[in-house]
């Protein structure tokens, strides 16, 4: 291991960290790393799954978190004081608000990002900046052109980003890969996946009692679908999540707005098919615009454009 902090090797950072992060996944971070190794991280960001990230790397043999970075600093004592990292004894982190101290700390190897998704790349790029290696949430970035300037800094850096899929680093994704590779099982010809999330927090809403065996789709409908929903100062605006066919459209959705305060719907506005994606908002001239993706079945997928009437923004 390198006598400066700051000189840890690309590879040496990856070996640590990408094997260690698949390995809290897969519950065994202990046959990882060995006593000798030592990362030094900061979490920036340490709600929800910044907390999660945080206490899983907190366990491994080898990480020390050396500090938490967050803009409210109202969770930082619930969050140094975690009764799941009671018995880790290297588990004693200092605190930052910004997350430009973060990267001025010599001591830290890398960082892991879990902020609101609009600032992944941007402390990412500053991280590498910096000289540290990045483990950044998902998405990493919002545009290609974020991409390929993390993609040169990385280079040209000679430090490691990667974001936070981490169940790439699964040693069983590696045999399959190999066993693609030596054709042990023929052509591929399909591939189908299932995924499935327990919810174990007896405080989590979706364990209240109250809701159980209830239905609560977003719009009205069935719930089959992981689109979501706009919220803009006075109404609640979503999508049909199914297409269909009435007497005064032809076959399609539509995209309905609905009064925040008491929920009846003051507007709809017929589309081609069914939303597939969370609608949007932009501002143009102006002029305030709601984004929807739309598409399914046999209707390729496209995006929608509404203006929204000025007495509604």
Same mark, same amino acid.
Request: charged share 25%; hydrophobic share 40%.
């Given at each position: 291991m390198a006598t400066d902090r700051n000189e840890m090797s690309r590879r040496q950072f990856t070996a640590t960290t990408s094997f260690a992060a698949a390995a809290v996944v897969a519950g065994g971070a202990s046959r990882v790393l060995g006593a000798n190794d030592r990362v030094v991280l900061a979490s920036i960001g340490i709600r929800g799954q910044g907390d999660a990230l945080k206490q899983g790397f907190a366990k491994i043999p080898g990480v020390e978190i050396k500090t938490l970075c967050d803009i409210d600093e109202n969770l930082f004592a619930r969050r140094a004081n975690d009764p799941e990292l009671k018995d880790v004894a290297t588990f004693k982190p200092g605190y930052a608000k910004d997350l430009r101290r973060v990267f001025d700390d010599k001591d830290i190897d890398g960082v892991i990002v879990a902020t609101p998704n609009h600032w992944h790349a941007l402390a990412s790029i500053w991280a590498l900046q910096a000289g540290k290696h990045v483990l950044c949430e998902k998405p990493l970035c919002l545009s290609v052109r974020e991409i390929a300037e993390l993609a040169k800094l990385r280079d040209r850096s000679g430090r490691h980003i990667e974001e936070a899929f981490v169940y790439r680093n699964h040693p069983q994704w590696a045999r399959i890969e190999e066993l693609l590779r030596d054709d042990a099982i023929g052509r591929v010809r399909a591939v189908q996946g299932t995924m499935a999330k327990q919810f174990l927090d007896p405080n989590d809403i979706r364990n209240n009692p109250a809701l159980r065996g209830l239905n609560i789709p977003k719009t009205g409908? &069935?719930?089959?679908?992981?689109? !979501? $929903?706009?919220?803009?100062?006075? $109404?609640?605006?979503? !999508?049909?999540?199914?297409?269909?066919?009435? &007497?005064?459209? &032809?076959? !399609?959705a539509m995209l309905r707005a609905y009064d925040k305060m008491t929920g009846e719907q003051v507007g709809a506005v017929w589309m081609p098919s069914q939303q597939s994606g969370s609608p949007m908002t932009y501002l143009h001239n102006g002029r305030q615009y709601i984004v929807v993706a739309i598409g399914g079945g046999n209707f390729p997928g496209e995006l929608l454009a509404f203006a929204l009437p000025q007495t509604q923004q």
């Amino acid at each position: 291991m390198a006598t400066d902090r700051n000189e840890m090797s690309r590879r040496q950072f990856t070996a640590t960290t990408s094997f260690a992060a698949a390995a809290v996944v897969a519950g065994g971070a202990s046959r990882v790393l060995g006593a000798n190794d030592r990362v030094v991280l900061a979490s920036i960001g340490i709600r929800g799954q910044g907390d999660a990230l945080k206490q899983g790397f907190a366990k491994i043999p080898g990480v020390e978190i050396k500090t938490l970075c967050d803009i409210d600093e109202n969770l930082f004592a619930r969050r140094a004081n975690d009764p799941e990292l009671k018995d880790v004894a290297t588990f004693k982190p200092g605190y930052a608000k910004d997350l430009r101290r973060v990267f001025d700390d010599k001591d830290i190897d890398g960082v892991i990002v879990a902020t609101p998704n609009h600032w992944h790349a941007l402390a990412s790029i500053w991280a590498l900046q910096a000289g540290k290696h990045v483990l950044c949430e998902k998405p990493l970035c919002l545009s290609v052109r974020e991409i390929a300037e993390l993609a040169k800094l990385r280079d040209r850096s000679g430090r490691h980003i990667e974001e936070a899929f981490v169940y790439r680093n699964h040693p069983q994704w590696a045999r399959i890969e190999e066993l693609l590779r030596d054709d042990a099982i023929g052509r591929v010809r399909a591939v189908q996946g299932t995924m499935a999330k327990q919810f174990l927090d007896p405080n989590d809403i979706r364990n209240n009692p109250a809701l159980r065996g209830l239905n609560i789709p977003k719009t009205g409908q &069935p719930a089959v679908s992981g689109v !979501g $929903l706009l919220v803009t100062k006075t $109404l609640v605006i979503s !999508g049909d999540i199914q297409s269909t066919t009435t &007497p005064e459209h &032809p076959r !399609g959705a539509m995209l309905r707005a609905y009064d925040k305060m008491t929920g009846e719907q003051v507007g709809a506005v017929w589309m081609p098919s069914q939303q597939s994606g969370s609608p949007m908002t932009y501002l143009h001239n102006g002029r305030q615009y709601i984004v929807v993706a739309i598409g399914g079945g046999n209707f390729p997928g496209e995006l929608l454009a509404f203006a929204l009437p000025q007495t509604q923004q």
